[in-house]
């Protein structure tokens, strides 16, 4: 019995131990579909191992992570709807146009017309002033963001 205790501290059996061992696990789960693309990419691929794909998939390619920001998100919605009630509003002026030329005088059609051409004007200048709040919120805000 001695030398079985000796023999088994001095017997060194198996495979020789890997310099860097991947002890690390993580599980993940396809759907049917998701199954047989992963399988097809996998066999274009050449590779002899599907966890070598894996790891070749993970680290050659660059993943690009997307930051959504509230307040940026938050002012492009408001920016948007603005913009279709800005159009609401082009559509209106045409309509307001059709039907001055149809039921009215020439002289009220003018009169009115040079109305709407001041609030047109008021328009115009609020959109050039919200372009230009644009371009700096851009500048200032999400090109530093991006950096």
């Known amino acids: 019995?001695?030398?079985?205790k000796d023999m088994k501290a001095h017997h060194?059996?198996?495979?020789?131990?890997k310099i860097n061992r991947?002890?690390?696990?993580?599980?993940?789960?396809?759907t049917d579909i998701e199954n047989t693309?992963?399988?097809?990419?996998?066999?274009?691929?050449?590779?002899?191992t599907k966890a070598k794909f894996i790891v070749s998939?993970?680290?050659e390619r660059r993943i690009k992570s997307i930051k959504i920001d509230a307040t940026a998100n938050e002012?492009?919605?408001?920016?948007?709807?603005?913009?279709?009630?800005?159009?609401?509003?082009?559509?209106?002026y045409n309509q307001v146009v059709k039907v001055l030329h149809t039921n009215f005088s020439d002289k009220k059609t003018i009169?009115?017309?040079?109305?709407?051409e001041k609030h047109t004007l008021e328009l115009a200048s609020l959109c050039k002033?919200?372009?230009?709040?644009?371009k700096q919120f851009e500048t200032e805000y999400l090109l530093k963001k991006e950096n």
């Open 57 to 59: 998939l993970l680290f």
């Open 1 to 4: 019995m001695f030398w079985q």
């Open 111 to 116: 009169l009115y017309i040079g109305k709407l």
């Open 129 to 134: 002033e919200i372009l230009i709040l644009t």
């Open 22 to 30: 991947a002890i690390h696990r993580y599980v993940f789960r396809l």
């Open 12 to 17: 060194k059996g198996g495979r020789n131990p």
């Open 75 to 92: 002012y492009t919605t408001k920016l948007s709807h603005f913009f279709a009630q800005f159009r609401a509003i082009g559509v209106n």
């Open 37 to 48: 693309r992963f399988l097809s990419l996998f066999e274009q691929s050449g590779l002899d």
